[in-house]
């Protein structure tokens, strides 16, 4: 590929799509009693642990409406964010596409659990909905966690690069290698399922209550192969 000439190329951008969800409001506490109910009738569930992660495969398995109200509004963020990173790389702005969720579970923590560095397999993208958390100021008043109560830090593709440590006035650009985003209820975050990330130590009040997924994009024509560019 023969670029322009231009003073610069800023290439390999890592897109993450941030959604904000109208009926949160309403939706949450219900989608929290639920989930709460189903950890308790969980029989591999252990009894006052800290941390409880449900089964991958609740896309079909919870009928109550603010539930099929999520899952659509996810798909529909979903759809919005790949549409948007693929500008450009797609042979059309927005061909016909299927979109697969390969897992979706809730996830509830307390107590300064965290979730180590990890990327996401067999999807393309991913992303997390906040149920439930504590509010900032409490949640960033906390004597050991503080600002970082509860967050989820996303490492970008520089962040390897700096394993050398070589800091200097010229690689300013690539310093900021990772990215805090907070828990805010009713707010989802999609991003590509291979960017690591963690979620830091939590506790509060409150126990904090996210949704998490895997997903698959297809393009309706039957090929998920995109035409590689022509070599100049
Ligand atoms: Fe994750």
Redesign the pocket.
């Known amino acids: 590929m023969t670029l322009p000439a231009d003073p610069l190329h800023p290439l390999w951008a890592t897109p993450i799509g941030v959604h904000q969800w109208a009926e949160a409001a309403d939706a949450n506490a219900l989608l929290a009693r639920a989930f709460s109910g189903m950890r308790a009738t969980d029989p591999n569930a252990k009894a006052g642990a800290l941390f409880y992660a449900s089964a991958d495969n609740l896309l079909n398995r919870i009928q109550i409406p603010e539930w099929l109200s999520l899952v659509r509004f996810i798909v529909d963020g979903l759809r919005q964010t790949v549409v948007l990173a693929n500008q450009g790389a797609w042979p059309t702005a927005a061909p016909g596409m299927r979109i697969g969720i390969e897992g979706i579970w809730f996830q509830i923590a307390n107590g300064g659990v965290h979730?180590d560095v990890?990327t996401?397999g067999n999807c393309s993208w991913?992303g997390?909905y906040c149920v439930q958390v504590d509010p900032l100021p409490a949640r960033e008043s906390h004597p050991a966690f503080g600002l970082q109560n509860g967050i989820t830090r996303f490492y970008g593709p520089h962040f390897n690069r700096l394993g050398g440590a070589h800091m200097d006035f010229g690689n300013a650009y690539m310093q900021q290698a990772h990215i805090d985003i907070e828990p805010i209820p009713g707010q989802l975050v999609i991003f590509p399922s291979w960017l690591p990330?963690q979620?830091m130590p939590y506790a509060g009040e409150q126990d904090r209550i996210i949704v998490?997924f895997n997903a698959s994009i297809h393009s309706d024509t039957g090929t998920n192969q995109i035409q590689p560019y022509a070599r100049s």
Do not use: P
Request: glycine letters at 0%.
């Open positions: 979730h990890h996401h991913s997390v990330h979620a998490s």
